[in-house]
């Protein structure tokens, strides 16, 4: 079976609505329902007085009509009542405003007056539900994500930092407190990053990102392992929002679920959309070893820059089938139905302000049925398979939006992007691995590792070994600048890497965009260059132009039996396509299928092969039409 | 008479000056001079210490010199006394920080403490001047429109919405609270919208704004029941200002005044100035039911990005008689003499830091004969008359305000001002109606109704009474959408209108702003597009291009004896006003006088017409030569 | 000697790398190192408990070296424990938000607290080192600079305003406190500005910006007393910060340092850098009187908009001669090392993350030993003197800053900037005079007079005078237009320069920017144009479009036995050169050297020419050859 459905919120709707919903879902072949998001003031109006009967009504329509349930905890948004009695539980930020309710997610997650009431409407839903025949799995709160700065929470982050770094000394030299005269002579004396004078200390808000990732993780803990203790059969997991800003640590969350939940949204109305679909499905099955399942996407538009984009006819079935392709266990949306009222009144919904007759709805309709013929072949797939893999790593990420980095630009997730972007327009396959998360390296026969900025002594250690033992390693300016906790290596950039490599980077000229260099080779890069100087590697590229002309650009070192290519400057989409397509070929990698058309992605999930024309006008791969827009699917030959 | 004179504050200057201001008021024609806006701490320099000896003599001096007096109350700045004795009365914002003294309005007007010492002030200026010989009108407080969040504020908020929801069910329907888990179990749980983690809720955003709109027409209310009340003769009004961010509704505040006082400034340097200045003029003569006062304009600078604009020789003249024109009872500016410091310092005036020989004095004594001149065929003649109206609603503006909505380029303002616009450039006279006063809408051939987001059942049947009748009705997207409760109206928009309408509204395609659409009768849009499905309307013209090529853009319905026209784009200037022209024509409506040349206009009031030339180069208008920038008054023909 | 050097922070680095430090530091010859800055946590890790035994090792080391020390005061950032001990002595912000420690430089100033223990870890290094030989100068502080609107500031402030204004009256006068209501009845009313509904009072933001000035000047007064009674034979400083928002009066504070510092990051990475580095030496070198020490710059890069700019080969060497021609006492960096981590761990220094072995380090050795050998030829030599000078007023750029003028984009540090560049570009010697500071006007020919807003009539009688006495005065716009406590001069701009100029300017149209206006004589003008009456001048310009086409532009003004100018609008750059050239020549003022090359520029300090070839290609001047990017220094004559 593949899950299809997404949020479902009947409490926002009058019960007479609740039968058209059974049956319009049965009418597009939904077979599943995200229940009980945000529902915590429809579930506990008043403090104790607990609200079961509608949703036990709803989840009995539900399983008449054949429709199982993802029930989630509503504790992502405790209710009004709450707020009045629990003021210390709300949020700070780092100017000392207390929020309060008026929207969502409005809670302290150290507050012990929030796990409190969360553990309690968790456990009532437990008890009340946790053997009911529509249950499929447990949806724990909602995009875990929130941020506060309190005392509360200040008390629990030097907890935190007592079990990371041991002894305060050790802190003091983590965080370089002698600068600026920062030095702690007492636990007491840290807080959160809050407002300051000038530029806050990096080592401090990282290890604060640290420790609300693993905070929120404590939160989630405490509701899976009571939910669990209900009834071990059912799984337990929590949807992760993939984005431009995000809190958690999702590679360390992934051991914590039983599934991968992810919700996606892209951010590009044109064929970015695909590319942004195809990084998002690529990483969810990175965190989830494989296996994961598409918990949220939009039916129906495509935030982008300042507006709502309505989807063209037949992308709400490409995307979604190229997230299974991707290895996700099925599709899902938010939403079901769109709502009347509150802030999100016009994201789309499965069923539309105008009621199914139109032209999403029918839609919807057309792709229940292609999910359900095709879950037959592909519910039980292996997930796909790569030889290349692309190293993704938050604590980096966060470390490089520190103020007054060399350049103001710098954007890892960008960075990231645009390595897959590059493969995935080479056609080549990829997974992601987490340097953090122990992986069988050697099974790829090339790494891409795109401005990791933070290295370890154990991670630096693990990728001398993939090269020693015959992998082609590529690594891009700003990796292996700093250890874990900041502080950088020294001696020359890239330091973690320097050895492998075989260069040393003595000064980096962070260019101004529309500036762009020419290589040597032809090559073109339009951010970023830096003076290289060889110590092993040889030259594949020098710079053509610009202030470091005749300087090595792009080099290669044989370590081993294997070989290491560093890129010291910001290549253009072409330009690096090209690179790793070259590095691919000398690592003997081959593209998914050979020969495809440019509009053409093609996706090969055990022995099924998934093709989308993402263009216009009709295709033709090997024997099979694919009309424009569209896709088909086929064995593996 | 018309009133001729402007803002007057005496109380900056050493008396000596005072002689000099009566002079030149005298040689310049003044007859008005608004007297005591913000002179509190000059009126009350400590609590129930009362300075009003310098008043007296400023009143005695001006109406020694013929000049009357539009006394305000000062009620608009609170002294800093009032601030160290009571800070409670201060105003909050949604952050929670409270604002102190140091610039204007600062004060919360639910405060107990603030309204007490406005009262004080207004009854003690009541008794002293009521019946002074020079007093023409009270003029109540200043540009009404603070906003605070504060706890007396909340408590204030949740009784108004107690009187309107009655039940607290009833808001909880209204206001959506399921979504997001903002149910409330008790009234004491609501507040105003204040800093919180996301997105707020829409409809408590509205309910706040009209709520702060009644809060401080009850302060307005409160100081115009005692100054009526101390001599009866007396009329009472407030300035209404015109802006792009406007707190209160204007429409339902014209009830309490007795004669509608309006301030203007346009942001536009250039010909939109004028466009801006008939277009305030016709909506202010909407809130007045024909009678108005320009109470407040710049002689010499128009505000525009970032720099004031020092407007060319006879620009002053023109505007001020475009106002008259369009029914105001006089011209009025800020301000008298400009300040030598405050915050205001460079802000125009009649006598500039320059004194009075200089440009704009001689313009202000030129525009004193012309005014004086004209008085008496003039001022009581009727106002101009209008075939066509369009519709203003504020609780629309402010709803289309909330973020997250389909295009953050959403803009109220601009599209009224648009429709206008095209109007104006068509040379129709044109009228404003407010949806929730009622309104002979039978007395208009057309009807236009710009993104009237908002609409009540009771509004809805009057425009079918209105098409059914015989009325062309031009409705554009965005109208219709939801109730006045901001719950959207379902099954297709635009809800309120779809019948007589005879569309269907399925999909909204918002477009980013430079990609222009054609239509296929050679009109172009340049935002938003939507999928059209007629029921029952023909389809007057069609997506040329772009996502929603060959649908229906332009649809007409012929609904009992009227036409209803649907237009499901945001057309270019130049195409709305092609649009408009042509349903004029159908709907036997003809432009104010026949032939004009472009840079003419003209405005009826009674017999009069008014030519303005808003060229440089002279025009001629049947046998009347107008020079560049000039105007004529002459008999309607 | 000239000293070389710079800020050294042993505290962040393990005591094996200091003796590294100090061989490296021989081998660059660096004779100088500031120790101490920001310190405090390491010397007094706990209150009352201070570990100095670091400190002395590494003043011991230093001077076993031969390299002397300028010793800090840790001030600028109380340390951790501070924080909590006394929350109260932190800033708050105009919010009311209190900033906590994290960054640096979070105290109050006024805060009783506060100084205290500052004058107590003070008092303490100077009982400890004021006699130790390495010490070559105490260094109070750093850049003296942070902002709190506390309720003990609030105290402070209105103490301060009693003294300056004596009489309530006064202040209210001269605030013009009837505008808006803010006549205050007492002084404990009186706050600094906060968060307010709108506008600010331009006078009391201008009083508080002199006020914080003079109370951060309190208490660096504070510290030097105490340190000049532990040794008075040892000199005391600060450094001075030059910058765009600087929030102290250097030519105030001057006449307190022993020896002017100053701090110069350009914020241009390509020959601006030059003209930033002239401008700042030249405005240096008033604050001092002539003579001045660099105390920081950067060693290898330039922060422009957004990203770091690394420096080419050569230019390190340049601009630290160039500060040296221009009469520093040596060349001090920031810094001698960079730091592993903390808020600038890519801050540029001598010594980079990858270490000696590298293109900064070894072009600091190279300028080390060019220090050495132009010691001997210059450091007793005496400063460049100029027989031209420019205005710099602190108070009328705080002035020009307050919101709500005429045009968003006045720009009173880039006025400045751009006539002195005129002047730099025309190889015109040129030095600073401050209007608050006495000085021999006489001496000079010429003298430039770009927007000074704030004139007091001691001020303007010194310009009657210098004209009258022969002297040329060239006046732009914006300049005498209010007394020192903001108020307007009335009766004409520019007020206070009226008679001199013999002109009277009416009207102000400020123009966007991208709209160019031309002379009749050919120049161009793109921002700011006037209507002006002459009243005795000459017209030497009109404009020649644009609406004040045909009325004067520039005009002269013979008075006395001299001439002045006033310039009415914003001049090109070419057409401001032009027009300084054409009054120096008339005035007798001839370029340092006649007939260099536009690459090369020379400065004359005693009796040496040092040139400096900003251009890539070689240049030749009389016989001497300069290569691209290089510098030769040579006897004049």
Sequence with gaps: ???????????????????????????????????????????????GRYEFGWLDRVLDRLHTGGIRVALATPTASPPPWFTLAHPEALPVNADGVRLTHGSRDTYCVSSPAYRAAARDIASRMAERYAHHPALAMWHVHNEYGTD??????????????????????????????SFWSQRYSDWAQITPPRATQYLPNPAQALDFRRFLSDELLGGYIEQRDLLRAANPGVPVT??????????????????????????HYPDDAGPGAEEETAFAGDLARGWGGGSWLLMETAPNLIYTRGRMHAK???????????????????????????????????????????????PVFREAVGLGRTLRDLAPRVADAPPPTAEIALTWDAPSWWALQAPAFP????????????????????????????????????SYKMIVVPQLYLVSDATASAFRDYVAAGGHLVVSYLSGIAAPDTRIRLGGY????????????????????????????????????????????????????GPMAGSPAITRNRFGAGSAWYVSTGLTDDSLEALLRRVAESAGVAPVLPGLPPQVEAVRRGDLVFLFNHGAAPAVVGELAIPGGGFRVTAAG
């Design 1 to 47: 079976m593949l899950f299809y459905g997404g949020d479902y919120n009947p409490e926002q709707w009058p019960e007479e609505v609740w039968d058209e919903d059974v049956t319009l879902m049965r009418q597009a072949g939904v077979n599943i329902a995200t229940v009980g998001v945000f529902a915590w003031s429809d579930l506990e109006p008043e403090q």
């Design 148 to 177: 506060c700065r309190c005392d509360v929470t200040a008390a629990a982050f030097r907890t935190w930092l007592q079990k990371r770094h041991g002894d305060l000394d050790v802190l003091n030299e983590a965080w370089t407190t």
């Design 238 to 263: 929590t949807n992760f929002v993939q984005g431009g800003w995000v809190s958690v640590d999702h590679a360390r969350w992934a051991a914590e679920v039983d599934l991968v939940a992810v919700d």
């Design 312 to 358: 063209e006819p037949g992308r709400l079935t490409r995307h979604s089938l190229n997230y299974v392709a991707r290895g996700s266990r099925g599709a899902m949306y938010f939403q079901w139905r769109q709502p009347r009222g509150g802030a999100e009144l016009f994201h789309s919904a499965l069923v539309p302000h105008a009621g199914p007759d139109t």
């Design 407 to 442: 350049a103001e630009d710098i954007d890892y997730l960008g960075a990231v992007r645009q390595a897959h972007r590059a493969l995935y327009r080479a056609k080549l396959a990829t997974d992601f691995v987490f340097p953090d998360v122990p992986a069988d390296l050697g």
């Design 494 to 545: 890239p330091g973690a890497f320097r050895e492998i490599l075989g260069v040393r980077v003595v000064e980096w000229h962070p260019q101004a965009p529309g500036a762009p260099i020419t290589l040597d080779d032809g090559a073109t890069a339009n951010r970023w260059i830096e003076r290289v100087e060889t110590a092993g590697a040889e030259t594949v590229s020098r710079y053509g132009d």
